[in-house]
């Protein structure tokens, strides 16, 4: 079946620094991904949307500026945190998108110190 | 906007029990239904959809029926094995699945042997 991988799946991090997260699909290609953060006990909300070769879609409430996202491949996205806080920290989830469904990463546990 | 909302957790059951799961949604349009199941350190993974009223969508044992007249799409399983244990997420798509889904907040269900 279509896998998809993140890297890392744990980072720890000072305040004001920067994090990038990566999703790949690992034997597939992915028009499209997605990104989602979880809160403890809450469920995941979609934080964009992106396609290849073109800008993100940020869904309302979130700052684009903060959450950078680059989908500048096929089979790899990144989000990166910029000047993270501690209100950063969170469970991030990659999705990608082939023609069969919708495929979901294990998940990165960010947290900022 | 659409939403889903589902039973809190945690559920604890011993094995071979009746589970029941409830799910309940709100959308404007005629949404298609999943539950997808995560496993510890695993990405979320569908377990069953079901794209129209009526629609019973299974898979390894378990159920759901999309009724729109209550709008819920309960998951349950006749009897469950300690291997059933994750966490549990409904979720809604209006366009099928290809675009963004709206997830509940996830059950988390533990069996006991």
């Known amino acids: 079946g279509a896998v998809v991988s993140q890297h890392p799946s744990r980072v720890i991090c000072k305040s004001g620094t920067s994090v990038k997260i990566e999703c790949r699909s690992l034997d597939f290609q992915a028009t499209t991904m997605f990104w989602y953060r979880q809160f403890p006990k809450k469920s995941l909300m979609l934080m964009a949307t992106?396609?290849?070769?073109?800008?993100?879609?940020?869904e309302q409430g979130v700052e684009k500026d903060k959450f950078l996202i680059n989908h500048a491949s096929l089979t790899l996205s990144t989000l990166t945190v910029t000047s993270a806080h501690p209100e950063d920290s969170s469970f991030y989830i990659c999705?990608?998108?082939?023609?069969?469904?919708?495929?979901f990463g294990p998940g990165t546990r960010l947290t900022v110190l | 906007g659409d939403s889903v909302t589902q039973m809190e957790g945690p559920v604890t059951l011993s094995e071979e029990a009746f589970l029941t799961i409830n799910c309940t949604y709100t959308?404007?349009?005629?949404?298609?239904l999943f539950w997808y199941v995560q496993y510890p350190g695993e990405g979320l993974q569908l377990l069953l959809k079901a794209t129209k009223a009526d629609d019973k969508g299974s898979n390894k044992g378990f159920e759901a029926t999309y009724r729109k007249e209550t709008t819920s799409f309960h998951l349950e399983k006749g009897s469950v094995q300690v291997s059933d244990s994750a966490v549990y997420f409904c979720?809604?798509?209006?366009?099928?699945?290809?675009?963004?889904?709206?997830f509940g907040q996830g059950t988390r269900l533990t069996i006991n042997p």
């Open positions: 999705s990608a998108a082939s023609e069969t469904g919708k495929y």
């Open positions: 992106s396609n290849e070769g073109s800008k993100a879609t940020y």
């Open positions: 979720a809604l798509s209006d366009l099928g699945g290809a675009q963004k889904l709206v």
């Open positions: 959308a404007t349009g005629y949404p298609s």
